[in-house]
């Protein structure tokens, strides 16, 4: 998803990954990636995007999920996994950004 | 030995299927559709059967062993272990994301609101690592 980046596109990366663990995955990446921590899980909650016991040790997690907001912070498209093996397409998730209104 | 290449190609399959679907994690349309794997273990369970009830000789056994006890396996993570439970989002297309400031990599608050007006962005909630 690197080259969203350069489409002027900011993503956000929300895990409860500790900072350090968010830090060296962006410099694994080198991607214009944000990654955020959210480390009680407090707004992936707020979200609906909790995945409770979900963990390899049954700790909470978030579930995988992918959302594009529009400039003004609506909601534009949204992919929500139901297994912990799917992971968002780039490709889809770069249509849905190239398709926003402008 | 030529008798049994059934069975061989039976195991073949399944450990190409495995080392296929883990080489290739890293391809989406590969990693999205876990059934690919599923069906090579079926196929390779429906070769090693098949040579099983023409001679029932321990080569075909062995294949036919590992192949369904793979179906089984890969079944169970598939359909149980990866399963999440349907979810209840607050997030409709068409409505506004709810506001949210989280620390980002180096400790710096970031809010989604600092964008507004400016650029697009993909939110990606991801399990994490630990």
């Known amino acids: 998803m690197t080259e969203l980046g350069d489409q002027g596109v900011q993503i956000l990366a929300i895990s409860p990954d500790p900072n350090e663990k968010s830090q060296e995955l962006a410099q694994k990446l080198r991607a214009r990636y944000r990654f955020l921590t959210d480390q009680d899980l407090a707004v992936t909650r707020r979200y609906g995007l909790l995945h409770a016991r979900g963990g390899h040790k049954g700790q909470d997690v978030a579930r995988p999920a992918t959302v594009v907001l529009d400039r003004h912070g609506t909601v534009r498209w949204l992919q929500l996994a139901d297994s912990i093996q799917i992971r968002p397409d780039p490709t889809d998730v770069a249509r849905a950004v190239r398709e926003l209104p402008q | ?130």
């Open chain 2, 1 to 130: 030995m030529i008798r049994y290449w059934p069975a061989l190609m039976s195991v073949l399959l399944s450990v190409a299927a495995i080392a296929g679907y883990m080489a290739l994690l890293r391809v989406p349309a590969i990693r999205n559709h876990p059934a690919l794997y599923l069906a090579a273990f079926a196929v390779a369970a429906i070769i090693a059967g098949a040579a099983t009830w023409r001679a029932a000789r321990w080569p075909n056994f062995v294949a036919l062993g590992l192949s369904v006890a793979l179906l089984i396996l890969g079944g169970y993570f598939n359909f149980v272990l990866a399963k999440i439970p349907p979810a209840s989002t607050v997030l409709r297309a068409g409505e506004p994301a709810p506001d949210f400031t989280l620390p980002d990599a180096s400790g710096a608050p970031v809010s989604l609101a600092s964008f507004r007006e400016r650029t697009p962005v993909v939110l990606v909630f991801y399990r994490g690592y630990w």
